[in-house]
């Protein structure tokens, strides 16, 4: 199947460190992507990691991978206000001609 | 680059009438995207190409919907005739496919379609 799932919603204060979560059910999965969307605007890619790494940062951004338990997470260092949106796990298979299939999104409110 | 761009950016419409929703991929994708966004079904892909070719269209809701894409750099997503329930918001993406992989998914600010 093609589900990836992610929870709702995560309330976090400003400089705090935000993780999100993200599980997919597809092995043969190739690339997953993290994609941010802020209101009234469209998805903006923020990192994407290969299936065969484990860990990729890039700067206030780490994405973890267990491809044991298929599951993505997303770390935000030091969040600030402007880190309020909605955060999309996405995944591409080989096996699907490498189409985008989405998670629900994760709304995240940064709290001062 | 200027990135995917989309029009119009906001489009409200009669039900029955036609609707067109316009795309230009970033110069250099080979492989493009169109995706619908409502609160209640998230993201879900409609249809993409690949090097101009309909690749997959199992989403595209119904016959009301078509797409073209008459060259690399121009895509079109028409609803004819439309109705309430196509509101939503509408999302072009590009990327570039080689081989086996995909690289670099971009997307359009969007168009938001509301039929009265």
């Known amino acids: 199947g093609e589900d990836v799932e992610q929870s709702l919603f995560l309330s976090v204060r400003e400089g705090d460190s935000s993780v999100i979560n993200c599980t997919y059910t597809?092995?043969?999965?190739?690339?997953l992507y993290w994609y941010k969307q802020e209101p009234g605007a469209g998805l903006q890619l923020l990192t994407y990691?290969?299936?065969?790494?484990d860990m990729k940062q890039d700067q206030r951004l780490t994405v973890l991978l267990n491809k044991k338990d298929k599951h993505l997470s997303l770390r935000i260092a030091d969040t600030q206000t402007g880190d309020s949106a909605i955060y999309f796990c996405a995944e591409t298979m080989r096996a699907a001609g490498n189409k985008l299939t989405f998670g629900g999104g994760t709304r995240v409110l940064v709290k001062p | 680059d200027a990135g995917v761009i989309q029009s119009p950016r906001h489009e409200v419409t009669e039900m029955g009438q036609e609707v067109t929703l316009r795309c230009k991929p970033i110069s250099g994708h080979n492989s493009l995207f169109w995706y619908r966004q409502t609160m209640m079904r998230g993201l879900e892909l409609l249809i993409y190409f690949n090097n101009n070719v309909p690749i997959d269209d199992s989403g595209m809701p119904e016959d009301r919907f078509s797409a073209k894409m008459p060259n690399a750099s121009f895509s079109t997503l028409k609803i004819q005739p439309s109705e309430p329930r196509d509101s939503a918001v509408y999302f072009c993406?590009?990327?570039?496919?080689?081989?086996?992989?995909?690289?670099?998914?971009?997307f359009g600010s969007g168009t938001r379609l509301t039929v009265v």
């Open positions: 993406a590009s990327s570039l496919r080689q081989g086996a992989f995909t690289y670099g998914y971009t």
């Open positions: 597809d092995s043969s999965s190739t690339y």
């Open positions: 990691i290969f299936s065969n790494m």
